[in-house]
């Protein structure tokens, strides 16, 4: 809301992969946000997780192996 | 008047914006768009407005003409019933089921509340309903955004008082049952989560 950082999100195939995920950026210390994936990108019901921008290194090492990604996108 | 809208190349949500200005200003429009997610958002958003939509594909691109509605293209399904929209979390979850796809759906849905019209007047946490808005949770930042938006939020404080959260609340402000009854029985209408 008042961030200024434009944001990414990450996007995943079950809801499960997205609580998974979720673990594993607590864990890596990323501040992050559970939201629902923006209608302009499905129409589905489910989540994903938004991120700064800059820690899109970071994100990719932390789940790197441990969960499935659909796809890391910017968040436009 | 009809107003042409040219949003090829535009990125979402911009489509969608440029045409509700249109619908706003009380003007029917063509909107040219060149991909079907932005057809889709703005058809969608158009209805919603209860406009009338008109779609044909021309060289790739999707030119929608918005037409208003006999009732002057006013929001329809939408409008507000008389009183105060109040919405209630009797739990820290959404639905029952599986706790942590709860308090997932939950995240989600509060974060949502904050990019949505219409927006509640009121949002009344009790029972474990309270933990949303103590040390700790993850919508904290969500709610407040919410109430300095205006919106009025009552947390229970018998309900603080029995999790031993008193003084652990940031957001909101330590209610009572005659509030929170006043609150509930005189809105226009009540969602419960």
Redo the contacts between chains.
């Keep these: 809301?008042t961030d200024t950082q434009p944001f990414w999100i990450v996007l995943f195939d079950s809801?499960s992969e997205?609580?998974l995920a979720?673990k594993l950026f607590k864990r890596a210390e990323i501040p992050h946000?559970?939201?629902?994936v923006p209608?302009?990108i499905s129409?589905d019901c489910g989540?994903c997780i938004r991120f700064s921008a800059p820690d899109t290194e970071r994100v990719r090492a932390a789940l790197d192996g441990r969960v499935t990604l659909r796809d890391i996108a910017p968040l436009? | 008047m009809t107003q042409e809208i040219d949003a090829r190349g535009l990125?979402?949500?911009q489509p969608v914006i440029m045409t509700k200005k249109a619908i706003d200003a009380g003007e029917d429009c063509t909107v040219i768009v060149d991909n079907e997610?932005?057809r889709?958002?703005v058809c969608r958003m158009a209805k919603s407005q209860g406009c009338e939509t008109n779609v044909e594909e021309r060289d790739g691109c999707f030119h929608i003409r918005v037409t208003r509605g006999a009732d002057g293209g006013k929001e329809k399904d939408t409008a507000p019933a008389a009183g105060p929209t109040v919405v209630v979390f009797p739990c820290d979850r959404m639905g029952r089921g599986d706790d942590?796809?709860g308090q997932?759906?939950i995240?989600?849905f509060i974060?949502?509340l904050?990019e949505i019209t219409p927006l509640p007047d009121v949002m009344i946490f009790f029972n474990a309903g309270v933990k949303l808005a103590t040390d700790g949770s993850?919508v904290i930042?969500?709610l407040r955004?919410l109430e300095e938006g205006g919106i009025r939020l009552l947390v229970c404080g018998t309900c603080l008082d029995f999790f031993g959260l008193k003084g652990r609340l940031r957001v909101g402000m330590i209610s009572n049952m005659y509030d929170i009854a006043e609150a509930m029985l005189s809105a226009g209408r009540v969602v419960r989560i």
């Design positions: 809301m809801t997205a609580l979720e946000k559970v939201i629902p209608r302009h129409s989540v436009a | 990125a979402c949500p997610a932005a889709d958002n942590d796809l997932i759906l995240r989600a974060h949502t904050g993850e930042e969500d955004a």
